[in-house]
């Protein structure tokens, strides 16, 4: 029987990867998610029986009919066919016994993560056929979000080669990997995911014989068994150590063969748009003149890697100094293995003879001097093996002083004589003396092919692989120097007074401390550089971070080499987190007071007057709605910019986003360029979430257009070509630039939205009530998804809440509270009380990128969102009357939100401009709904056992659980 995936003919293939729009462009993805679920229903009938795939499939079809009865027919919905077929299927889930309800959501999740795997490849296929038509295309095609996209704008606002160089000298993404929200696969499940997601990109070649299609179609048929055989919900929650290691995964799945990647695809950008220069070679030099791409060692460093698992203590526990110490030793390990690694293929293939080709003076001293350490430890196995092969030598030495030795028939001493390296610098000098011997003798392309790849990653990753932030909330700090300080104080009252014993909290503060100056010392120093203060308040809150981390030991101010007898230590800078309204707002004053005070300045001075500070997306939506959060977090990002000027500071902002829109989160690449004009340094850091890092770096062609779109968007906001180009235009289309109306839009905007959203939401205790139990929040703990406890104490209160399970509840009931309350009401207000206030949010939605951002964001949200699957989350609220209030506010809110979207987007849809997400959320939505209609029912089931006091059931929580993974691989976001 020919294989699903049998073509009629293989031009046809061809066509549809060159296609650019179309039809024909998304008729690959419909093949593989048509295949797809076929394999799934098979392998569902012979795992689990016929019952069960006719039960899912009548929960399908009824779930279609459903939302086929409310799209509009003839103008209107048929709303009395959609309650039917809804309680169709209600009653269907009604009397599922617990097993098959179980085994229902498990179908309908597996589904999905088949789904997820068919997008993820349809989107590498898509870049594939971006390239190809970028050299077919007239340059018109060129995509303006891409590098080259934005190079060529650069060009055209009369840009040089040289300013390009510049500008990208300014510019370094960095990409801050945090555990929370975690992603909901277990690790086993991933590595699943992997191999389907590699059957499925063999599928796609062309041409492939007809008998290996059909290999590889039963390959993945026994994936797709493996992978219903396998638990998809955990039994145990992660912990720390889990959590490193899953993110530290992604470093051998992908990001390791990125970086190579990344910066020859930026190089073939520069060389394709100032071809008859090399911008990144020394003014005035022969390289400077070529029209080749440049090498990609002589490309400024545009990435840097950090991360928060095993250094964020903030509400978490389980975050000790142990769990500290191994996230850097996995990072270290992992690390020096990949190096090794690279080495040994450099061993392998460079066997260039001195009796064939000379190499440079450096290179023999430098050799000269590790084989006489070798040669008095009695150990020149290698020297009398390889006489002649200096360059051999010289590899085998640096592999040496990491650790390692090569793999040869030569034996070598486990324990080498050699030096270790502390510093980067030192490897990186001896990689460069190899690079310059090779181009100096006759091998540029040796050079090119194995060194350079090598020395470009030692520059990105150093000898610890990312940094490390460590996190803890202000108050912890204020309270460790409290009971520190009250000794003290006592003491020098009276006399002879012993101090107590401090308590656990305060003996961990100073333990982390004491642990990152021992780390600094067994480490490279730059593993720990930044210390997050979340909850930061006053200038004080960072005083108590310096005193803290003296006392424990920590040399705080930066040092290099020469200034005493230790390597280069960058210090510990402490980074304030400001994450509510408020202290957006008093961010700018608490900065000054801070880079204005006399304390402050030989710390500055040591850090060459750099300060990070952050802004945090998720507790400010969280406080005050989306409109007031994005706006307030705007005009504090401006501010803390003029108030860096005004003090000679080089700001650099951290932005901590969420994933989902209720979090800060939407394309990074938009939020990237619709940062303020002349509010951008260059550099930037920005959290990736668990949830969405699979989505972003499982693969190196998905890594890669990751980083490339953040290193356009930082070129494109750094040197703002649009502006040059439109300068002296009455109204400026997405260049940055802000119009005073616009300005005075957003504050009144702001202020409404802000007013209605406090009013209903936070300062409205009935919304709390209806949160918990209208939602499966409570069930977050029985989901297991990370190490981290949903709530900061045991206290039940909206204040305590984290911003996670906020999101997490409303994104599961699909309600989406976060992402659009307080939007539409307020832009509402602004059309009715404003004269031509349509036309001017129009105008705005039309030029201004924040705006921009915010509509886009939110109208997607509204997609995801279904009020009538919500209606029966409500149903689960305990009081009527209460649940009747606050449900028909939510609901009116949703509806005006929607209806203003649509105004303000000139559109008759929601995401009409965007039909690939459009149809994504459209065919995904039947299949989450009966996810959706099995947790009611589950939830319900569990409540009422509480109520009869009957005990819990694991098997109950476990099929719960499954519901949350399924629905959150259906939207895509767990919270």
Not at 131 to 148: E, F, K, M, V, Y
Not at 399 to 410: D, N
């Amino acid at each position: 029987m020919p294989s699903l995936w049998s073509p009629t003919d293989w031009p046809q293939r061809l066509a549809e990867l060159q296609a650019p729009t179309g039809e024909l462009k998304e008729a690959p993805l419909r093949r593989d998610v048509r295949s797809l679920g076929m394999l799934l229903g098979e392998v569902l009938r012979e795992q689990a029986g016929d019952p069960l795939y006719e039960a899912v499939e009548a929960l399908r079809r009824t779930a279609i009919a459903r939302r086929e009865a409310e799209a509009p027919q003839n103008g209107a919905a048929n709303q009395a066919d959609a309650t039917a077929h809804l309680q169709q299927a209600l009653a269907r889930v009604h009397t599922l016994e617990l097993a098959a309800a179980y085994q229902l959501a498990r179908a309908f999740g597996f589904y999905f993560e088949l789904i997820n795997l068919a997008e993820t490849n349809h989107r590498k296929r898509r870049r594939l056929s971006l390239q190809l038509n970028q050299t077919a295309s007239p340059p018109s095609a060129i995509q303006r979000g891409d590098l080259r996209g934005t190079l060529r704008r650069l060009r055209q606002a009369g840009i040089s080669a040289n300013e390009v160089h510049s500008l990208l000298r300014r510019i370094c993404v960095s990409p801050v990997f945090t555990a929370h929200p975690t992603e909901v696969a277990r690790r086993s499940v991933m590595f699943k995911r992997r191999r389907i997601s590699d059957l499925l990109e063999q599928l796609d070649r062309i041409p492939v014989p007809e008998p290996q299609l059909e290999a590889l179609e039963r390959d993945l048929l026994a994936e797709i068994t493996a992978l219903w055989q396998t638990d998809d919900v955990r039994s145990a929650r992660p912990t720390v150590r889990d959590e490193i290691r899953m993110a530290l995964d992604y470093y051998e799945s992908s990001l390791f063969d990125t970086l190579p990647v990344l910066y020859s695809e930026v190089a073939a950008a520069i060389a394709a748009e100032y071809p008859n220069t090399n911008p990144c070679a020394p003014a005035g030099s022969a390289a400077s003149l070529e029209a080749s791409p440049p090498s990609i060692c002589e490309l400024p460093r545009l990435i840097h890697f950090g991360s928060w698992i095993g250094g964020d203590r903030d509400g978490n526990p389980f975050v000790t100094p142990q769990a500290t110490r191994e996230a850097l030793a996995m990072a270290h390990s992992l690390l020096l293995t990949h190096y090794r690694r690279r080495l040994q293929n450099v061993f392998e293939q460079l066997a260039s003879s001195t009796q064939q080709v000379p190499v440079s003076t450096e290179i023999t001293a430098l050799l000269d001097r590790y084989l006489t350490q070798l040669r008095t430890a009695g150990q020149n196995a290698l020297e009398e093996r390889f006489p002649h092969e200096s360059i051999r030598l010289f590899i085998a030495c640096v592999m040496m002083r990491l650790g390692a030795t090569p793999q040869s028939a030569v034996p070598v001493p486990a324990n080498p004589a050699l030096t270790p390296y502390t510093r980067s610098a030192d490897l990186l000098s001896d990689l460069t003396t190899l690079r310059t011997s090779l181009i100096e003798n006759n091998g540029p392309r040796l050079a090119q092919m194995l060194i350079d790849p090598l020395l470009m990653e030692v520059r990105t990753y150093g000898l610890h692989l990312q940094t490390l932030d460590i996190r803890q909330h202000a108050r912890v700090h204020a309270a460790a120097v409290a009971e520190i300080s009250a000794w003290t104080e006592a003491s020098s009252a009276k006399s002879l007074t012993l101090p107590p014993a401090l308590t656990e909290q305060t003996a961990e503060v100073l333990d982390t401390f004491r642990t990152i100056a021992a780390l600094k010392q067994t480490y490279s120093p730059e593993s720990i550089r930044q210390y997050v203060i979340s909850g930061a308040t006053s200038a004080e809150d960072v005083l108590h971070v310096l005193w803290l981390a003296r006392l424990g030991g920590v040399k705080v101010e930066a040092t290099s080499l020469g200034q005493d007898d230790q390597s280069d230590d960058p210090g510990l800078q402490p980074v304030p987190l400001f994450e509510s309204i408020e202290d957006l707002q008093n961010a700018p004053a608490i900065m000054r007071e801070l880079w204005t005070s006399e304390a402050y300045r030989p710390l500055l001075r040591s850090w060459n007057h750099h300060q990070e500070v952050m802004l945090g997306y998720s507790d400010s939506n969280k406080d005050g709605g989306m409109i007031t959060s994005t706006w307030e977090i705007y005009k504090a990002h401006r501010a803390l910019h003029e108030v860096a000027r005004d003090c000679g500071i080089t700001l650099r902002l951290f932005h901590g986003r969420g994933g989902t829109v209720g979090r800060g989160g939407g394309p990074t690449h938009r939020a990237i360029f619709a940062q303020p004009m002349n509010s951008f340094t260059g550099e930037l850091r920005i959290t990736e979430q668990g949830e969405v890092l699979n989505w972003k770096y499982s693969d190196v062609i998905l890594a890669e257009r990751n980083l490339e779109l953040m290193i356009a968007a930082s070129l494109d906001a750094l040197a703002r070509p649009d502006a040059l180009l439109q300068h002296g235009n009455k109204i400026p289309h997405l260049t940055g630039e802000i119009l005073p109306a616009w300005e005075i839009a957003l504050d009144q905007l702001s202020a409404t939205s802000y007013a209605f959203y406090r009013e209903h939401i936070v300062d409205n205790s009935d919304t709390f009530t209806y949160f918990e139990q209208a939602t499966p929040v409570a069930e977050l703990e029985h989901a297991r998804l990370g190490s981290r406890p949903a709530k900061r104490s045991g206290k039940k209160s909206m204040a305590d809440l984290r911003a996670i399970p906020w999101v997490f509840g409303w994104m599961q009931s699909r309600q989406l509270v976060p992402a659009y309350f307080g939007v539409g009401h307020a832009l509402h207000h602004f059309i009715q009380s404003t004269p031509d206030g349509l036309a001017q949010l129009q105008t705005m939605a039309r030029d201004f990128p924040l705006f921009l951002d915010i509509i886009r964001n939110v109208e997607m949200a509204l997609a995801k969102a279904d009020f009538g699957i919500a209606r029966l989350y409500a149903s689960l609220v305990e009081d009527e009357a209460l649940r009747d209030r606050v449900f028909t506010t939510l609901e009116a809110e949703f509806n005006l939100t929607h209806r203003m979207i649509l105004e303000i987007t000139k559109q008759k849809s929601l995401l009409q401009t965007n039909p690939v997400l459009e149809r994504s959320i459209r065919l995904r939505n039947p299949y989450v709904d009966p996810m959706s209609l099995i947790q009611v029912e589950l939830i319900r089931r569990k409540r009422t056992a509480a109520v009869n006091n009957e005990p819990d059931s694991p098997e109950l929580d476990r099929a719960i659980s499954a519901t949350i993974n399924g629905i959150s691989a259906g939207l895509r976001n767990t919270g």
